[in-house]
Every structure is written in C-alpha cells, then in structure tokens.
C-alpha cells in the first residue's frame, strides 16, 4: 500500500501542470502522431492539435506533446485536471466520462483494393463478403468477424497485409485512409494505387479528450479554434497532405 502511494504522488507531482495549461497527451499512433528517429514527435495528429492550441492560445505544459503508451495516457487523463488527449475515439462508454473537442478526424474503416483490380465491384457489405480478406490481430478484424465475413486471413502486422494485397494473395485489406496512404509510401508506393470499396466501419470518431475538471470556457475556445481551421480549408489541405 505504501508503495502505491508513493507512485501515485510521484505520477501525480510529475503531471500537475501551470494553471491556463493543459497537459496534452497520447499515444504512438502513426501517421496520426509517431516519435521520429530525432526525437521529434510528428503526424497529422500532432500538426493538427498543436495549430489548434495555438490559435485558441491555450498553452501545453512543458511546451509539448507528451507521447505515452495508451494505457498511462487514458489514466493520466482521467485522473488529472487540466490533462487532454488525442486521437481518442469517442463511443458511447466514454462519452460521459470527459468533455471534448472534435471530431478531429473520422475513425472510417474501408476495405481496400487494388485499383487495377477491375474484376472486383463491391457495392455492399455483403458483396464483400465474397472476397479473401486480409485481416490482422486488431479489433477491426474482430469486427469483421463480428459481422459474418468468412474469408479473412489473418496475420500478425497490418503492413504484412498490403504485401499480400500487391502479390494478389488477398482481395480487400481493412483500413483507415491515413493508415493506408502512410504504409503505401513506407512501401515506395502511391494512395493511388489502390481503391476504397465500401465502409464497414463509421460508427465513432477521433477526439480530444478533455478532463471534466478543466473549465468549459477552455474547452469552448479549442472547439472554437477547430471549427474555425474546417472553414478556412486548412484542416482540408492538411488532411490531402497526409494522403497524397
């Protein structure tokens, strides 16, 4: 018991942040946010949420991003005042536990295919269904599963499913359109050679996650600085910069 205690103050000494600050954390999550071979933490995420605190003048404590494995992010968040994090999907369970900010980017999951691939026209889910699927240990695949498709082959890394998909072994591989365009370039290939199908998954969206105790007005001005980055087309050209 003593023991706990002492971690808990120390995790808790370690966090506490100036006042008119908020410690905004996350989590590895590329392209969306990643730590450089430098150091330097970048993505979409990254260049997203810091644009959005520099033009609602908030200021992050420590004058960064704090990358941490989820599990510590999600405690932190719940546990500090003051703290946020990103990309945090939203759903029904969580919801009432923070106040947010967002969407920041949808969680759309589509099936892709190779564009070449004229032989495969898909135009519902059940369609799909038809086709070899390359799956891998993540809870998409357990979704794909969860909704009848019988045909999925299953692999221990996502980027071991595009390898399959480019030889013709697989038909469709599930994915996130910035996932998809990221991992296509690691290969030395274009977003343009392959193709969204269908969605099997639009049911929530990325956030940011705000502890409860952190006053609305602070919340109001970040949603505010959101909104205003959608209407002048510059969340749009960061987001096409990511994909192309």
Same mark, same amino acid.
């Given at each position: 018991?003593?023991?706990? %205690?002492?971690?808990?103050?120390?995790?808790?000494?370690?966090?506490?942040?100036?006042?008119?600050?908020?410690?905004? %954390?996350?989590?590895?999550?590329?392209?969306?946010?990643?730590?450089? *071979?430098?150091?330097?933490?970048?993505?979409?995420?990254?260049?997203?949420?810091?644009?959005?605190? @520099?033009?609602?003048?908030?200021?992050?404590?420590?004058?960064?991003?704090?990358?941490?494995?989820?599990?510590?992010?999600?405690?932190?968040?719940?546990?500090?005042?003051?703290?946020? $994090?990103?990309?945090?999907?939203?759903?029904?369970? @969580?919801?009432?536990?923070?106040?947010?900010?967002?969407?920041?980017?949808?969680?759309?999951?589509? %099936?892709?295919?190779?564009?070449?691939?004229? *032989?495969?026209?898909?135009?519902? !889910?059940?369609? $799909?269904?038809?086709?070899?699927?390359?799956?891998?240990?993540?809870?998409?695949? *357990?979704?794909?599963?969860?909704?009848?498709?019988? &045909?999925?082959?299953?692999?221990?890394?996502?980027?071991?499913?595009? #390898?399959?998909?480019?030889?013709?072994?697989?038909?469709? #591989?599930?994915?996130?359109?910035?996932?998809? $365009?990221? &991992?296509?370039?690691?290969?030395?290939?274009?977003?343009?050679? #392959?193709?969204?199908?269908?969605?099997?998954?639009?049911?929530? *969206?990325?956030? !940011?996650?705000?502890?409860?105790?952190?006053?609305?007005?602070?919340?109001?001005? %970040?949603?505010?600085?959101?909104?205003? !980055?959608?209407?002048?087309?510059?969340?749009?050209?960061?987001?096409?910069?990511? !994909?192309?």
């Amino acid at each position: 018991m003593k023991t706990t %205690l002492i971690i808990a103050f120390v995790l808790y000494a370690a966090v506490t942040c100036p006042a008119g600050e908020l410690l905004v %954390l996350s989590e590895e999550f590329p392209p969306f946010q990643y730590t450089q *071979d430098t150091g330097r933490v970048s993505g979409f995420g990254i260049e997203l949420v810091t644009r959005i605190f @520099r033009d609602a003048g908030i200021g992050m404590a420590g004058n960064k991003i704090h990358i941490h494995p989820w599990s510590r992010t999600f405690l932190m968040l719940k546990t500090t005042g003051n703290a946020a $994090a990103f990309m945090t999907v939203k759903n029904p369970q @969580r919801a009432p536990m923070f106040k947010w900010v967002g969407p920041l980017a949808p969680r759309a999951m589509w %099936l892709f295919k190779l564009r070449e691939r004229k *032989d495969i026209t898909i135009k519902t !889910l059940e369609q $799909a269904k038809a086709y070899k699927i390359g799956g891998y240990r993540s809870a998409q695949t *357990d979704y794909l599963i969860e909704l009848g498709f019988p &045909r999925i082959q299953i692999v221990d890394h996502e980027a071991q499913n595009l #390898v399959l998909l480019m030889a013709g072994r697989v038909d469709l #591989v599930p994915s996130l359109e910035l996932t998809m $365009a990221a &991992r296509l370039r690691h290969m030395g290939k274009s977003y343009c050679d #392959v193709k969204k199908t269908i969605l099997f998954d639009g049911r929530f *969206d990325y956030y !940011l996650a705000i502890n409860p105790q952190t006053p609305d007005a602070v919340v109001a001005r %970040l949603q505010h600085a959101l909104d205003r !980055l959608k209407q002048n087309q510059t969340y749009d050209q960061l987001m096409q910069r990511y !994909l192309n």
